[in-house]
């Protein structure tokens, strides 16, 4: 396919669209909320000075991620293809250079990285959903259940197995469309989401440890605040938000004409936001009503929770509730890693949906093997300092190509699309709002990352030069 046959391809768009805007904010909810806030925000949030990070993370997503977001969802809806072609024909438009097709590009490799160690982990939340279900906790004491963990890591079998069962799940609801696959998941699996957390925070309420959970968290430990914690705090709303690898701009190209983008990410954002801190208020109050440490990582969700949950009366309900929860969050999360690169095949091939969500799940599942791996047989074999093969994707794409990609992103949203454009995707009338918009989409924001950015890479770039 020749340039302009595939920018006039692009220009058409796959024609799809969500139902509504309702089900918009649903489905890149359900992107949004996944690993990073049930297992990640609320260890972070606790361990880097509790209020003053949650303090800090609101500030960050309030002043960087959501005027990317905003961004990313106005070229999507601008473009209405995928990313690749999206980037394709709006740079055409703006006279801007091809290269800018790139940025693409470079979002269908970073959903690809992640998503090969997204449906590793995923997968160990559906085998926890089965262990705790069946009652293998039952009675169980700490060294048990962690050499349970431990077992469970070591067999690569084991791990490959449940990975091919998330991974198989995902590419089968993706393959069946932006309406028959996605949003008929979104539409089970969010308010399932919402009820099975509301369920733990009841239960969590009652365990006798909130008063210590909610110290944990929202007391203001100045002490524990370092110069990383902007760092960490703005990494994190990256990755909780879904941002910088276009897979908001592929959700974007379905988003109905008439939906206000300002209020719409504004809600999609909140929804993030709250179901991370009330994962925050459901996980703590657990371990500390039965005098638990609070662990670290992986150890916390999958060594200490079933250790608290099998203190517990009906541990193994309340227990397989709560992995169930993860799973379902990480499912949509994970169907949204494949868009961008799903969306484009599509297009660029005329090809049938099923067959290319096959193969790009077959790709990602090789892939996710060498993250298998390195929870057993690699795990000594380090690709760059004291990084594995899974700790170094993890790094890439977290910390370099998602800041990288936002970055880009709201650059050329706010200084290369035409005015015009960008004014009447956001309904924008006023000039003096659309200085305002554009100091803190245009400055603002791609300065905030660009600051984080060098910060997190010149220590590494430092110590492998050797300064
Ligand atoms: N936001 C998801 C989470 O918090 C991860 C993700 C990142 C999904 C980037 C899509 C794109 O788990």
Redo the contacts with the bound molecule.
Sequence with gaps: MTNSESTSAASQGVGQRWSSRWLFILAAAG???????I??FPYIAGENGGGVFVAIYLGCVAAVGIPIMISEVLLGRQGRSSPIHTMRSLSQCAGASGRWTALGWLGVV??FL?LSY?GVIAGWTLHYVWLSMSGAFAGADGASVGATFDAFLADPWALVFYQTLFMALTIWIVGRGVTRGIEAAIRWFMPLLFLLLLVLFIYSLNSGGFAQDWAFMFDLKWDAVSSDTVLIAMGQAF???????G?MMAYGAYVPEDANLGTTVVSIAAL?TFIAIAAGLVIFPIVFANGLEVGQGPGLTFVTLPLAFSQMPFGEVFGGIFFLLISF??IT??I??TEPALSYLVEEYNAKRQRVALSLGVICWLLGLGTVFSFNIWSDMMIVGDLNFFGFLDYLSQNIM?PLGGMLIAFFAMWLLPKELMYKQLGITNPAVGWAWRILAGVVAPVGVLVVFVSTLWPVLASLLGL
Aim: proline fraction near 0%; aromatic fraction near 10%; charged fraction near 5%.
């Design positions: 992107s949004a909320v996944g690993l990073g806030n297992w990640k970073t959903g992640i997204y990755f909780t938000l879904s941002l910088g690898m897979t993030d969050a990480a999360s994970a949204s890693l998602l």
